[in-house]
């Protein structure tokens, strides 16, 4: 049978984007990362905050889902659904991999990259930190030509330049008070900023911690 993808459509600086997400708080990767000692971004989680208050009962449940589908099998036949709407193929100019969770596993990664070539129409933009996946990933295979790769910097104030190998674009997290000229995620809409979603702009990207 074809195993279903559930699509959630975003608000707020993301309206008009849709996105895939998986469970953060069943992701052994994002819960280290939020418990650790050290202060990085992780510290500071929306998604694993959001859920852990279970301000959105139905959320997790879904983003759950998410993460058995597509952590678990190298899906051969899927199909999205979004509400009640059930489709095989998107529609979308851009699109989001992760507006909640962190890569799981290879399998995720791939089942990604897949979803990406299946749809070659649609930009797909995909945030990581897992260097270790992407790499292991590009020995044996490319990048889908329509997939942005950003590397989601880990560290507060600690401004990277460029991107790491392999990927597109970096995306650095500073205090409000820091390196202020560099900031150039200041809160409009993604939607007519869109410097994440296209190679042609620029791929250092700050934002102010919230």
């Known amino acids: 049978r074809k195993m279903i993808i559930g699509i959630s459509k975003l608000n707020g600086k993301l309206e008009g984007f849709r996105a895939i997400g998986t469970n953060t708080r069943t992701n052994k990767f994002c819960v280290k990362m939020n418990s650790a000692k050290k202060e990085t971004i992780c510290k500071f989680c929306y ?45 979308d ?66 401004i990277l330049d460029a991107p790491p190998e392999g990927f597109d674009k970096v995306f650095n997290n500073v205090w409000k008070d820091y390196a202020v000229e560099k900031q150039n995620c200041t809160g409009q809409k993604c939607m007519d900023c869109l410097r994440c979603y296209d190679k042609e702009k620029g791929n250092v990207i700050v934002e102010a911690v919230k």
């Not at 190298?74 to 199909?79: A, R, S």
């Not at 996946?133 to 490319?142: A, G, Q, S, T, V």
Request: aromatic share 10%; hydrophobic share 35%; net charge positive.
């Open 47 to 91: 998604s694993h905050a959001t859920l852990e208050r279970g301000i959105y009962k139905d959320l997790e449940p879904f983003l759950q889902s998410n993460t058995e589908v597509l952590g678990n099998t190298i899906l051969k036949e899927y199909v999205f659904r979004q509400g009640s709407t059930v489709t095989t193929k998107l529609n």
């Open 93 to 158: 100019a851009y699109f989001r991999f992760q507006q909640h969770g962190e890569l799981i596993n290879m399998t995720h990664f791939v089942n990604l990259m897949n979803i990406a070539l299946d749809n070659p129409k649609t930009t797909f933009a995909c945030w990581t930190k897992r260097k270790d996946i992407l790499n292991k990933y590009r020995k044996e295979n490319d990048i889908p030509e329509n997939v942005i790769m950003v590397y989601s910097n880990p560290e507060i104030n600690k």
